[in-house]
């Protein structure tokens, strides 16, 4: 396939905003899968595209938030075992949920976390302090609840690890936008690979979307570690709005 060069520039501001929404909040896929689609590349390897471009951005967003300080390192320990062990389960139970039934779970499921968040989720609250048992038991459902979602379907997979650190773990929008990225990074890391392996990446896209995710990413990060009361909530909505009209959209068509 033949790609203009307008079409090269539309994938890199398309995909930098995409890597911008995920270092904060997650959801960057609701944009780069659709993106991908648009431009043609070629359905067995946008899966592939969309992993290896999403890591290698999502990693420099890792470095900075593991050079602020911000990762809880016992915390994310336990939730990346568990998310890794829940995904496995989960993609092994794929096969008997149809994308519909899914669609409409999450119908159902939004709104209830839209509920949650502005119920729970005070930006400016101090975190509630946990034992150190009840922060790993809390770590590591929440990693394999959601990590087995990630193994079944995937999309948003980042922005529920970010409510769940923030309403069961306790931790304030910084630490959970952090924490919650380097779990799903892990987790798409060991996808990556998997795809890496089997030569299903679009290398002449995944170049030019490589680098705006990087850019997106660090920028993201940034906006999280000085500013993160003001910018991790608004995205969060934003990343749940676009799920629920996804959802919604792909239920009608």
Known sequence: MEIE???????????????????????GGLITIPTYLALGVPT??????????????????????????AIMW????????????GSAAGAA????LSRSDIFALLLAVVP??????????????????LSTAQTLVRSTLA????????????????????LAFMLFLHMDSRAASA??????????????????????IFW????VAICAAICGNWLGSGMVINNADRVVVPVYRLVLLLLLLKCGYDLLV
């Not at 209830?112 to 302090?129: D, E, G, V």
Request: charged content about 5%; overall charge positive.
């Open 179 to 200: 924490n919650a990225r380097i779990v799903n990074y892990a987790a798409n890391v060991s996808a990556f690979a998997w795809f890496l392996w089997h030569g299903l």
């Open 5 to 27: 060069l307008w079409q090269y520039g539309a994938v890199f501001i398309l995909i930098a905003f995409a890597g911008f929404i995920d270092a904060i909040a997650g959801g």
């Open 112 to 129: 209830l976390l839209f509920y949650l968040q502005s119920r729970h989720m005070s930006i400016s609250t101090a975190p509630a302090q």
């Open 74 to 85: 016992r915390t994310v320990t336990c939730a990346i075992i568990a998310a890794l062990v």
């Open 44 to 69: 067995p390897l946008i899966l592939g595209t969309n992993k290896c471009v999403s890591s290698c951005g999502t990693s420099f967003a890792v470095f900075r938030y593991i050079r602020s300080g």
């Open 143 to 162: 990693g394999l609840v959601i990590g087995a979602y990630d193994g079944i379907f995937g999309p948003g997979t980042g922005t529920f690890l970010l």
């Open 93 to 96: 139970c794929s096969s008997y």
């Open 204 to 207: 002449p896209i995944a170049a």
